[in-house]
């Protein structure tokens, strides 16, 4: 079966501080593709970053970046200099390479402290 | 702005009606996809079509449908509606060239509430 777990239903962070939220995901598959995705209370779903499984190279937008452990099958956020516009719901989702279903986590949702 | 669209962005009903929700996927994009999402949970994978044909189901009641239509905009059927249908719907679309997986861009949702 394959399953995206996100085991911090919550987190909060200090602005300006960093947080990392956490995600693993359970396949058979070799080939796949790891995202995050952000929902603010606007409730749009807005890709933050995306990891390709052959890659070893840890995938980074500005001041998102991920730590893929692909033999643990774990794939960690990093939200360095946390903003206010950061204050959402984050999930992680994991699609197989020739797979058509998404599979989501059930998200953390962040709180930036000023 | 991903680039998807979709209509209405709300949408008030009494149980047992039925409502059409309407996606254009982005400029090239051959698959879209439907997803539910109800307060407070994550999104559950309803349907997805790819070129005009169906391709995965997901949790999809019987009661719901879809189709994709040869300009690849989407409509979502929700017929007999409950109470408990009353969710947030999105639909995404992806590339998707061929059978390779693609990264799916979210619409705006449709927010729908039935009473």
């Known amino acids: 079966a394959q399953t995206v777990t996100q085991s911090q239903p919550e987190m909060s962070v200090q602005e300006a501080e960093t947080v990392t939220l956490s995600c693993t995901y359970d396949?058979?598959?070799?080939?796949?593709?790891l995202f995050w995705y952000k929902q603010p209370p606007s409730r749009q779903m807005i890709l933050v970053i995306r990891?390709?499984?052959?890659?070893?190279q840890n995938a980074t937008e500005n001041r998102f970046s991920v730590n893929f452990q692909k033999a643990a099958k774990s794939f960690s956020l990093k939200i360095s200099d946390s903003q206010l516009g950061d204050a959402a719901m984050y999930f992680c989702?994991?699609?197989?390479?020739?797979?058509?279903?998404?599979?989501f986590g059930t998200g953390t949702s962040l709180t930036v402290i000023p | 702005d991903s680039g998807v669209t979709q209509t209405p962005k709300h949408l008030i009903t009494a149980t047992g009606q039925r409502v059409t929700l309407r996606c254009s996927p982005r400029?090239?994009?051959?698959?879209v996809y439907w997803y539910q999402q109800s307060l407070d949970q994550g999104l559950q994978f309803l349907i997805q079509?790819?070129?005009?044909?169906?391709?995965a189901k997901g949790n999809i009641l019987e009661r719901f449908s879809a189709q994709q239509f040869p300009d690849l905009h989407s409509e979502l059927n929700l017929s007999s509606l409950e109470l408990g249908d009353s969710a947030l719907y999105f639909c995404?679309?992806?590339?998707?060239?061929?059978?390779?997986?693609?990264?799916?861009?979210f619409g705006p949702g449709t927010r729908l509430t039935v009473l």
């Open positions: 400029s090239g994009d051959l698959s």
């Open positions: 995404a679309s992806s590339a998707d060239r061929g059978l390779l997986a693609d990264t799916q861009y």
């Open positions: 396949t058979s598959e070799s080939d796949y593709y």
């Open positions: 079509y790819y070129n005009g044909e169906e391709r």
């Open positions: 989702a994991y699609i197989p390479n020739t797979g058509n279903q998404f599979y």
């Open positions: 990891q390709e499984a052959y890659k070893q």
